[in-house]
């Protein structure tokens, strides 16, 4: 079955870096859009960065310039390296994979940017 596995998040201070891993099984990776979104506490799940089967990405106006989404086709893995990072990226990240006209979500990961 299909499944996205989130690692990477945790706590770092304000202007600090992370970098979240999305490890995908159980459908042909190269041909899935791949997205990554947060969701904060009492807030809508928002879409963060999504990069396309050719490559192409965009990103949300609050992290343009600080995001950068890849995907890796060989491992079947996506990422989200993620500076200069502020309070208000604090967030549960989750990584999205379409396939075959389906959603399909991991179980996030928490990030905390706090000093």
């Known amino acids: 079955q299909v499944q996205l596995v989130e690692s990477g998040g945790g706590l770092v201070q304000p202007g600090g870096s992370l970098r979240l891993s999305c490890a995908a099984s159980?459908?042909?990776?190269?041909?899935?859009?791949m997205a990554w979104y947060r969701q904060a506490p009492g807030k809508q799940r928002e879409l963060v960065a999504a990069?396309?089967?050719?490559?192409?990405?965009n990103y949300a106006d609050s992290v343009k310039g600080r995001f950068t989404i890849s995907r890796d086709n060989a491992k079947s893995t996506a990422y989200l390296q993620m500076n200069s990072l502020k309070p208000e990226d604090t967030s549960v990240y989750y990584c999205?994979?379409?396939?075959?006209?389906?959603?399909?979500w991991g179980q996030g990961t928490q990030v905390t940017v706090s000093s």
């Open positions: 990069i396309t089967i050719g490559g192409s990405t």
């Open positions: 999205n994979a379409k396939s075959f006209n389906t959603d399909y």
């Open positions: 159980g459908f042909t990776f190269r041909f899935a859009p």
